[in-house]
């Protein structure tokens, strides 16, 4: 099985509404790994430099104040395909646009509070685990694995 991971958050709206069990709940029955996970006030800088591709845009100040106001639960979250299917279980962007069924388009309503980040792809992930994970993520296999994966 390929070890790909995914860089995984509950923003401060998903944080304060309680819905931190929700949403850790799906990804492990869906059956991926759970390798890191922090609650943790988000610096200033280390919002900027997550969003750093989007910092041109107009919205940029706002997303950085909304992820700079509360905690957030970081994650880390492992197994085959995790990446993209875990952007396709958050939905879409734009929660309005978003089917039922996915995180946001059962918990969200506006683009400005959207619950969760999920990396857009592999590379992303590396990035962005790297960037929230400096001190490394755990080390386990789950006893469930040989019972998700043939
Ligand atoms: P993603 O979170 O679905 O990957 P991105 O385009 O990477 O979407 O944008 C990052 C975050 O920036 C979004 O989740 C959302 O919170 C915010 N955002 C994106 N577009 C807009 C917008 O047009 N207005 C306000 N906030 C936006
Ligand atoms: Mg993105």
Redesign the pocket.
């Known amino acids: 099985m390929a070890t790909e991971q995914s860089y995984i958050m509950i923003?401060p709206d998903g944080v304060q509404r309680g819905l931190v069990g929700e949403v850790i709940k799906r990804f492990e029955q869906r059956g991926y790994t759970l390798k890191g996970l922090k609650l943790m006030n988000v610096p200033k800088d280390l919002a900027e430099k997550h969003?750093q591709?989007?910092s041109a845009?107009?919205?940029?100040p706002?997303?950085v104040d909304?992820?700079c106001s509360g905690p957030v639960v970081a994650m880390v979250w492992e197994g085959k395909g995790v990446v993209a299917t875990g952007?396709k279980m958050?939905g879409?962007?734009?929660p309005l646009a978003s089917e039922p069924g996915t995180i946001?388009g059962d918990f969200a309503i506006?683009?400005?509070?959207?619950v969760?980040?999920?990396?857009?792809s592999v590379e992303s992930a590396q990035r962005e685990i790297s960037l929230w994970f400096p001190e490394g993520v755990a080390e386990w296999t789950p006893a469930a694995k040989p019972w998700i994966y043939e």
């Open positions: 923003k969003y591709d989007l845009r107009p919205f940029f706002a997303l909304y992820i952007r958050i879409a962007t734009n946001r506006e683009v400005g509070r959207n969760i980040h999920g990396s857009d």
